[in-house]
């Protein structure tokens, strides 16, 4: 039998979200397309980033043996809009990732956390200036969320080119991961270079990269196996941990390395438990039971470089012009800026040529929004771009905190705190924050420029100019909207990229929309608390609690919860008790199709609540039915509440039927009532239509009158009556 060979298995794990919040409240909204959850973030957070953080391991009789954190064992990074949200929403799956980073540092001398460029943008097509920040703002995320410094940082899509190199290890970054297609050439220590294909080189090895202004500085580079991490994407290796492992002992034997060599997979972390169900689990088997018995030594790319420092160097493939490369993209960086052919599906008809529209009309704001900054700053900071840079260092602080912070990168005037000063340095620097963020590498990667991704980045542009007028700038929004007019949609209906940035636009969140939603709030019966407007601090003086009327008036005292800005709004608003809210301010009427589909969705359900404690008759009903009609997709906790309110409608209405008389109840009605549920459930409320629904057909057959289809059908859901006698009645 031949032996094994020993081996060295560092598994990667690419861990990203774009930033999804609405940068008008700093809150993700709801999407309707990642149902039953609110958001596609905490969709893939319960199917994958908690998974790993508790990944079970199951005994023989399926019960849980353990359960361990799949990140103590494996190489991985968070990226920076991603962490933030984990630590907002979930900050014990922050703890264990942070955990399993420690407890890699102890166990092998190294951390398997790798940072990450901090926007996730296409590194190579930044400009020198915002990339020398996305580095440095990711490094500083790192060392927040994890306590030191990062040695390696991940490069989004791996994109990269010789300056992006240079930046990394200018910043000070000793290491990075690259595919296979990226190299051009290897050479050993004093050997001649050798070409190589994404077939031939040898990825059983870490290489060095020189910097290319001749200091002899270099950076390591890990390669990953290309069969490998497409096996694990789109083949078998996760169906189980045999497979697993084969798959990884097929990467060695590939590699002419004999003394335990490099086995590097890399793969996006959302694979583990999101787009493959169950790997999490086969991750956890394999690197925490299986690898050991198979003299697979599991451990990260920075402690296998400290014990294997790379003696081979590399060259990178230029790509196309000298662009440079990525690992998913066969044509250099044209995913990112033109139709090169990669898309997500191969639609008939379909084009990527809104590409170069989307980028051209991005660098067109950054460029205009440079030369802004850099003549009105000027007046503010001693160095705008210092401070910017600096920013990242306290990007998240309360806003008082910031303000305070860009204290020592100021003039006099900003030094001395005047609050004029401080308020524009602030504006500047979040005005800086969306024009980063608007580069997000999916705004490209995914199949039209109406598409949510693309939404994310127009989002960060309109904001960023929203900013730009606050501080009495002139913005370029007519030529990048120009410019944008040139993209088309792949769907006809859907316009242009301008249409695309006009429905963006439709996200805004304005001081006078944030008091419309906190009174229409307190007349549809809610809480009325800051949580009723995202992104704002509400106080009203006058109205104090969740009248039971149809008009309120009064001041509001708005304060934005990201830049600390503060307005005094004068308003009256009224409800009609059903659907209809109106919100009247100096100059201004809102009513409920003026707000975001949050606050809609979230009124909806306050107008509801209030229906269903008032409704008892057919129009009630009705009404009730035409408001839940106007809802969006619901969550599993939405869904669950909107079910209890059906019952409570319903039985409020069959109770007074039975007051009245049974010829009172539509029956076609009740059963729409009870078929909208999703589920019917053993609670109290549906006990008691269950209930009620039996007092009435007590009733009607205690009578010569035939059962109603409508009844017999409602009394089949509340499993009064079995489905085979309910179709003998028909």
């Not at 043996?65 to 103590?72: F, G, K, L, M, T």
């Not at 009224?574 to 201004?588: A, E, L, N, Q």
């Not at 409704?615 to 209890?644: H, M, P």
Request: aromatic share 8%; with cysteine.
């Amino acid at each position: 039998m031949k032996k094994r060979l020993p081996i060295a298995l560092v598994v990667h794990g690419h861990f990203y979200q774009p930033p999804r919040e609405n940068p008008w409240t700093d809150e993700v909204p709801r999407e309707p397309s990642a149902a039953p959850f609110h958001d596609w973030n905490a969709r893939i957070h319960a199917e994958c980033y908690r998974a790993n953080a508790y990944a079970r391991i199951y005994g023989p009789r399926q019960h849980v043996a353990s359960i361990v954190n799949n990140y103590a064992s494996t190489s991985f990074d968070i990226g920076p809009t991603l962490a933030r949200w984990l630590s907002r929403h979930d900050d014990q799956v922050m703890r264990r990732i942070r955990q399993g980073n420690e407890d890699q540092r102890k166990r092998l001398g190294a951390g398997g956390a790798m940072a990450q460029v901090w926007a996730h943008p296409i590194a190579p097509l930044l400009s020198p200036r915002d990339l020398r920040t996305q580095i440095r703002w990711g490094q500083v995320d790192f060392r927040l969320r994890f306590g030191h410094d990062a040695a390696g940082m991940w490069l989004p899509e791996t994109a990269a080119n010789p300056a992006t190199l240079a930046a990394l290890m200018d910043a000070g970054i000793a290491y990075t991961i690259v595919a296979p297609e990226q190299i051009e050439a290897v050479r050993p220590a004093g050997g001649a270079w050798q070409t190589v294909t994404t077939d031939t080189v040898d990825t059983g090895r870490a290489y060095r990269f020189l910097h290319p202004d001749s200091s002899g500085r270099s950076i390591a580079i890990g390669v990953f196996d290309g069969p490998l991490s497409r096996d694990l994407a789109f083949g078998n290796a996760t169906r189980d941990a045999a497979g697993f492992l084969d798959a990884m002992r097929r990467s060695a034997e590939r590699s002419k390395v004999t003394d335990r060599p490099l086995v590097l997979a890399a793969s996006d972390g959302e694979l583990y438990g999101h787009h493959k169900k169950f790997a999490d689990l086969t991750l956890a088997y394999a690197v925490n039971v299986a690898a050991s018995a198979q003299d697979i030594q599991v451990t990260n790319l920075e402690a296998y470089l400290d014990k294997n420092p790379p003696t081979w160097e590399a060259r990178l493939r230029p790509g196309p012009d000298g662009e440079g490369t990525a690992w998913s993209c066969s044509h250099g960086l044209g995913r990112w800026q033109r139709d090169c052919g990669c898309r997500m599906h191969d639609l008939k008809g379909s084009s990527q040529a809104w590409r170069g529209p989307l980028r051209k009309a991005l660098d067109l704001l950054r460029d205009s929004a440079a030369t802004f900054f850099e003549d009105d700053a000027a007046a503010l900071f001693v160095d705008p771009w210092v401070a910017r840079d600096a920013y990242g260092e306290f990007i998240d602080e309360p806003p008082e905190r910031r303000k305070k912070r860009l204290g020592p990168y100021g003039r006099p005037t900003l030094r001395s705190g005047s609050a004029g000063s401080v308020s524009r340095a602030l504006l500047h620097m979040e005005m800086q924050r969306s024009l980063l963020l608007m580069y997000a590498s999916c705004a490209w990667f995914f199949d039209d420029i109406a598409g949510t991704e693309a939404a994310i980045a127009l989002r960060r542009a309109a904001h960023a100019m929203d900013l730009w007028k606050k501080l009495g700038g002139k913005t370029p929004e007519k030529a990048f909207v120009e410019v944008l007019a040139q993209a088309r949609s792949n769907d006809p209906a859907l316009g242009s990229g301008a249409d695309a940035f006009a429905r963006a636009c439709d996200d805004r969140v304005t001081a006078e929309s944030a008091t419309a939603r906190a009174a229409f709030s307190m007349l549809a019966s809610m809480a009325s608390d800051d949580g009723v407007s995202p992104g704002f601090t509400v106080e009203m003086a006058g109205p104090t609690k969740p009248p039971l009327r149809s008009e309120i008036k009064g001041k509001a005292e708005v304060t934005h919860r990201r830049t600390g800005e503060r307005k005094d709004i004068a308003f009256s608003a009224s409800y009609d008790g059903k659907s209809s809210f109106v919100c009247r301010m100096p100059g201004k009427q809102l009513g409920l199709d003026d707000l975001d589909d949050e606050a809609r969705q979230a009124l909806r359900f306050g107008a509801l609540v209030r229906l269903a404690g008032s409704t008892r008759g057919t129009s009630g009903c009705r009404a009730f039915l035409a408001v839940a009609d106007k809802l969006g997709a619901c969550s599993l906790s939405e869904q669950a509440a909107l079910d209890g309110l059906l019952a409570r409608v319903l039985g409020n209405y069959l109770e007074n039927g039975l007051r009245k008389s049974t010829d009172y109840v539509d029956w076609s009605l009740a059963r729409e009532l009870a078929t909208r549920a999703s589920a019917v459930q053993a609670n109290d409320d549906w006990r008691r239509v269950q209930e009620t629904v039996w007092e009435h057909l007590e009733a009607l057959r205690g009578s010569a009158k035939a059962l109603p289809q409508a009844l017999l059908d409602l009394a089949t859901r509340l499993e009064l009556v079995e489905t085979s006698a309910a179709s003998a009645a028909k």
